[in-house]
């Protein structure tokens, strides 16, 4: 008895050339990812009120590295602004936008559905309606106050809540579950908690313009304090996404082939959606609901760059956070002293970006 | 005398609460083709996932000796891989990152596709005759084509028991031919097991070395083709009316209409 291939190089059959390689992340992709990183965080800490010259901008960031002490020619006060102010805005801007469309291109591939957006399960409505309880019974003076409970810690522990209620409803009927009932489970909870949120609002009208300027995103701080938070789920989130990419284009041919290959396709799965989901309520606590980022950046990078999860999770990091930086340079700048909502400026840049990449994929693919 | 490649005793499978197979047996040797035959919903795709460790079952299931809940999924899936009756045909996948895929139980977790993994998916693609569609995205392929891509898939799994489930059903009666011929020879070449589902009898009996007749969930007759392609039989299990005929390789199942069926033209009355 004889298998049909062998686990060895057996001559290479006819036809069989150097370029023939799997799916997989082309170096030229990944120092596109790189330099967008890199161009949104020079324009992140350039532009603002205060211009800073890009140079003398890059002469700073590289003094951050240990044992390099070059004179940019700013002065002590611009070198604060850079250090203390734009650039940990900038690298919130990397960190959040990185964390939505990781953990979107990872949702989209555990549903194998391409509406999945990181708040598939509820994480919006959680974060929202705890944010929402802390801000009105905050406001009115009710029993909340008095209590540590600060707005990103309410959105992050409601966030999760709403995750893991969503968990638990999907996962009540044993063995039929399945990813399409974990989904309904997410819709019921988000219309519940969403409901909730709105008798709130009702009940607290005083309340509303807080509450929906939190809603609306944004990524305003003051230090390195949110970095710092959001850093560990950033990682730990990138880590367990990033090494299951291969596995995620398994589980797109079905769960039994799956399995049948070898794979636990609901334990990847049920990972998978822990590590995006922590790393999405992450996100949230720190910057609010910023939209669009999370389903729109996946999807650009799989009509531009290849559909194999090996390419679309690294780049999906890479250029969700360039381009959340990028688009928070805009909201604070287009209107300034005023800021935009930056869940706003999203939407209104990405959209027609997408509309582009969709045009010019079709023209590429025929 | 080695172990049978799969051995089925009393099998009960429940999908949703309802009996789906009900005591089932089957043996098949090494080397041998079983094809199961039954009527709509007589439990046959739910017979090939049991053997391939797709479902929780009742009973016992064994592959080539070894009891299948003691074999790890890894393992399981290098000795044996299914062919599902309309696999998924992921959006954007070429031809070569699909049949890569079956090099799954091979790559450690969390890992990658070594240079040796990436040789034994050209092998197979060379084999089969897919090298020129390598670089081609699987759903631009014809039925025909994306069949073959479906077992070189399989096949780049190493396993020996290959359990296709209605492999041809969306094939042109060449493409037919092409895919069983195709299977037909890598068995011989390479002594693998085979075990199929198929709807198309004729063409069952002329590639099974045994049938299985399924019917409501168990074993209604077993054996070779003529033994098990009569006319009694399948009009018993199958409500067909069907006349069979001695072919060179196997009973050619022909079907007719029943003789209770009105003759000619109905007449329209003019006017």
Redesign the interface.
């Known amino acids: 008895?004889?298998?049909?291939?062998?686990?060895?190089?057996?001559?290479?059959?006819?036809?069989?050339s150097a370029a023939?390689?799997?799916?997989?992340l082309r170096p030229g992709w990944l120092v596109a990812g790189l330099a967008a990183v890199l161009a949104a965080l020079v324009a992140g800490v350039s532009l603002g009120p205060i211009s800073l010259p890009p140079g003398s901008v890059a002469v700073e960031l590289l003094n951050l590295l240990p044992g390099v002490g070059l004179d940019s020619g700013l002065t002590e006060r611009e070198v604060a602004i850079i250090t203390e102010l734009r650039l940990p805005r900038a690298v919130l801007g990397l960190l959040v936008g990185g964390l939505l469309a990781l953990a979107g291109g990872a949702y989209q591939g555990v549903f194998r559905n391409p509406l999945a957006d990181p708040y598939l399960l509820g994480v919006a409505a959680g974060a929202g309606f705890a944010v929402t309880v802390v801000i009105t019974a905050g406001g009115v003076g009710g029993a909340l106050t008095g209590l540590p409970v600060t707005i990103p810690l309410a959105a992050f522990v409601g966030a999760i809540g709403a995750v893991t209620l969503t968990y638990l409803l999907g996962s009540a009927g044993g063995?039929?579950r399945s990813p399409a009932t974990l989904i309904l489970a997410g819709v019921a909870v988000s219309a519940f908690l969403s409901a909730g949120q709105t008798y709130l609002l009702q009940r607290n009208s005083d309340s509303i313009q807080q509450v929906y300027a939190w809603l609306l995103g944004r990524l305003a701080t003051a230090g390195w304090h949110d970095v710092r938070l959001v850093l560990p789920y950033f990682l730990l989130t990138a880590v367990v996404v990033l090494?299951?990419r291969?596995?995620l284009?398994?589980l797109?041919?079905?769960d039994?082939?799956a399995?049948?290959?070898?794979?636990?396709p609901q334990r990847s799965r049920y990972l998978l959606i822990a590590a995006a989901s922590l790393g999405t309520a992450a996100a949230v606590s720190a910057s609010g609901l910023i939209g669009f980022v999370g389903i729109i950046v996946p999807h650009a990078v799989?009509l531009l760059a290849?559909?194999?999860y090996?390419v679309i999770l690294p780049l999906s990091m890479l250029f969700g956070g360039a381009f959340l930086a990028l688009t928070d340079v805009v909201a604070r700048t287009a209107a300034a002293p005023e800021e935009i909502p930056i869940g706003v400026v999203t939407a209104l840049l990405g959209g027609p970006f997408f509309v582009l990449v969709l045009r010019s994929a079709r023209r590429v693919l025929g | 005398m080695s172990a049978p490649a799969v051995a089925v005793r009393d099998l009960r499978v429940r999908l949703?609460g309802v009996p789906v197979l009900t005591g089932v047996d089957l043996s098949v040797a090494?080397?041998e083709w079983v094809t199961v035959i039954g009527p709509n919903g007589a439990g046959k795709s739910t017979l090939l996932?049991a053997v391939?460790?797709?479902l929780?079952t009742g009973g016992a299931v064994s592959l080539f000796g070894t009891p299948i809940q003691q074999l790890r999924?890894?393992d399981?899936?290098?000795v044996?891989?299914?062919v599902?009756q309309s696999?998924?045909v992921?959006?954007?996948?070429?031809v070569?990152?699909?049949v890569?895929?079956?090099r799954?139980?091979?790559?450690a977790p969390?890992?990658?596709?070594s240079?040796?993994d990436?040789?034994?998916?050209?092998?197979?693609?060379?084999?089969l005759d897919l090298?020129?569609f390598?670089?081609r995205e699987l759903a631009t392929l014809s039925g025909g084509e994306r069949q073959r891509v479906f077992l070189a898939r399989a096949?780049?799994?190493?396993?020996?028991l290959l359990l296709l489930d209605e492999p041809t059903s969306a094939l042109d009666i060449g493409h037919q031919q092409d895919v069983l011929e195709l299977v037909d020879q890598?068995r011989r070449?390479?002594?693998?097991t085979v075990v199929a589902t198929m709807h198309d009898l004729s063409i069952a009996g002329e590639y099974a070395d045994r049938m299985v007749l399924l019917a409501d969930g168990q074993v209604a007759a077993a054996g070779s083709p003529r033994e098990v392609l009569t006319t009694e039989l399948l009009a018993r299990h199958y409500r067909a009316t069907v006349k069979v005929i001695d072919g060179e390789r196997g009973p050619l199942v022909v079907p007719v209409r029943p003789a209770s069926a009105p003759d000619g033209v109905p007449k329209v009355r003019a006017g």
């Open positions: 008895m004889r298998q049909v291939v062998t686990n060895r190089p057996s001559g290479q059959p006819e036809g069989r023939a390689r799997p799916a997989g063995r039929s090494l299951h291969r596995e284009d398994v797109s041919v079905g039994d082939e399995t049948s290959l070898g794979l636990h799989r290849g559909s194999s090996r | 949703a090494t080397g996932r391939g460790g797709l929780p999924r890894r399981r899936a290098r044996v891989a299914t599902a696999p998924v992921p959006a954007g996948m070429s070569l990152d699909y890569l895929l079956g799954t139980p091979y790559i969390l890992g990658r596709e240079t040796a990436l040789a034994a998916a050209h092998d197979v693609l060379g084999r090298t020129g390598r670089d096949f780049a799994q190493g396993a020996t890598l070449a390479h002594g693998l």
